[in-house]
């Protein structure tokens, strides 16, 4: 008789993730792999600096300026 396997995959489309996947043979137990304690809320000090650090933010924009007039220049060349 032809063996028949499981494969089984458990997702989430409002986070777009994989959250479980259970692997299954008769003649062995079954393998589930995933993720434990999934949240749509994260703990934010998970999204926090390191004691120490501190984020700083720029009020001008010329080096990111310059920067994509470079990548530009270097994408669109005139024939």
């Known amino acids: ?5 499981i494969h089984e995959a458990w997702t989430s489309t409002e986070m777009k993730l994989i959250i479980k ?3 299954g043979d008769p003649r062995k137990e079954e393998t ?5 304690h999934v949240s749509l809320q994260p703990d934010t000090l998970l999204f ?7 984020i700083q ?7 990111a300026d ?13 024939s």
């Open 1 to 5: 008789m032809p063996i028949t396997t």
């Open 21 to 23: 996947i259970i692997d």
């Open 32 to 36: 589930l792999t995933g993720l434990e």
């Open 48 to 54: 926090h600096p390191p004691d120490g650090y501190e």
């Open 57 to 63: 933010y720029r009020s001008d924009s010329q080096n």
């Open 66 to 78: 310059e920067d994509v007039r470079q990548l530009a220049d270097w994408l669109v060349k005139e």
